[in-house]
């Protein structure tokens, strides 16, 4: 197969980085993809840093292995845990993590008060932290970690009643004081409508998904490996979890509006 031609790889703790698949399906359907979600694993956010790094470094060679032109860590928690170490092992590849959008929700006009959801890796580690310091000038700032919300999305429940009071009660302290809300995790977009619900229209809501695939697009293009195939690419979804219900809620996921 022409190097061009190989399948972008894609990876998360599990079924949530769907939602950055899904932008880069968006602006690159011509290219093919291989998915994998490591559901076995899930949740990444609560583990250890040493945990998810050893992780990472495994799925990534898995995708590697199975032929991937380029990987897209499509995992907040695994890119601020692992990116680094990556790029270490693989200085040609493109590689593309995600990190939680504050920058575009920061730099709104105003001074905004922006809420970061993510787990508690991601908002604990230094790359955040860094992230913050950087536009801690331009908004006020503050962290969530929302361990156990991932699972819901896992599970399949995107709007369920008990999501919803998880959600309220999550949210409840700071919705007084906010105007918008960063999802710093990929799982969160599939339950961005029961977000936006609790928070209430005012409050603007930003992922990192369509920067992610569009610099992904862009990596692509500097290493000369897109496709110039015009008809449109395979999607498989591949996941430790390897039943068939999982692969068929991933692809329920994939084309959820
Ligand atoms: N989807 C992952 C992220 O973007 C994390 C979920 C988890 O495994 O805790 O951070």
Do not use: W
């Not at 960063?182 to 920067?211: M, S, W």
Request: proline share 5%; glycine share 8%; charged share 25%.
């Amino acid at each position: 197969m022409e190097n061009q031609d190989r399948p972008i790889g894609v990876f998360d703790s599990g079924i949530g980085g769907i939602s950055v698949l899904r932008e880069l399906y968006a602006i690159m359907p011509e290219e093919d993809y291989i998915y994998f979600g490591d559901s076995v694993h899930a949740p990444y956010g609560t583990k250890t840093l040493a945990q998810v790094r050893e992780l990472t470094v495994a799925n990534v060679k898995e995708l590697l292995r199975q032929g991937a032109k380029g990987i897209v860590v499509a995992c907040n928690t695994a890119t601020s845990a692992a990116v680094r170490i990556l790029r270490n092992m693989y200085p040609e590849l493109p590689l593309v993590g995600i990190e939680p959008a504050l920058k575009p929700a920061a730099l709104q006009p105003g001074h905004p008060k922006v809420l970061v959801m993510a787990t508690p890796m991601t908002i604990r580690e230094e790359k955040f932290q860094r992230l913050v310091e950087q536009y801690e000038f331009d908004a006020d700032i503050i962290g969530l970690p929302c361990p156990g919300l991932m699972e819901f999305v896992e599970a399949g429940n995107t709007d369920g009643e008990d999501l919803r009071d998880f959600l309220e009660d999550l949210l409840a302290p700071y919705l007084r004081d906010i105007d918008s809300i960063v999802l710093g995790c990929t799982h969160y977009p599939f339950v961005q409508r029961v977000i936006q619900d609790i928070a209430g229209e005012r409050v603007r809501i930003f992922d990192g998904g369509a920067g992610t695939a569009r610099e992904m697009r862009r990596r692509l293009e500097l290493a000369g490996l897109r496709t110039a195939r015009a008809k449109k690419g395979t999607v498989l979804f591949e996941n430790s979890l390897a039943t068939e219900e999982e692969i068929e809620l991933s692809r329920f996921l994939f084309q959820k509006k």
